[in-house]
């Protein structure tokens, strides 16, 4: 059974700093991009970072370019989102995905998916 716990949300002020990781098991982590995306109250889920299999290569959304970096420990099946300089309007509920591609996550082709951790961002 594939599970993503994803983890680290919290509540923050603006131009403060959260890290999120996403635990996987279940699967052969090595054999999936994994990703990071936030949905906000009433708007659709959004994608915010993607990384591929060995970790050298990274997409991001537009809005958090410059300011989040996606990574990943293949050792400890394990993929971190770390957002510096948050916003309040990064507040929304983050959620871990896994892919077969960077390109797949990049356009919501998520064989998996975490349960999601909270982010608030207070101004």
């Known amino acids: 059974q594939v599970q993503l716990v994803d983890a680290g949300g919290g509540l923050v002020q603006a131009g403060g700093s959260l890290r999120l990781s996403c635990a996987a098991s279940?699967?052969?982590?090595?054999?999936?991009?994994m990703g990071w995306f936030r949905q906000a109250p009433g708007k659709e889920r959004e994608f915010v970072a993607g990384?591929?299999?060995?970790?050298?290569?990274?997409h991001y959304g537009d809005s958090v370019k410059g300011r989040f970096t996606i990574s990943r420990d293949n050792a400890k099946n394990t993929v971190y989102l770390q957002m510096n300089s948050l916003k309040p309007e990064d507040t929304a509920v983050y959620y871990c995905?896994?892919?077969?591609?960077?390109?797949?996550?990049?356009?919501?082709?998520?064989?998996?998916w975490g349960k999601g951790t909270l982010v608030t961002v207070s101004s």
């Open positions: 995905a896994a892919s077969p591609t960077i390109s797949a996550v990049r356009g919501g082709g998520v064989d998996y």
């Open positions: 279940g699967l052969i982590f090595t054999n999936y991009a």
């Open positions: 990384v591929s299999w060995g970790g050298t290569i990274t």
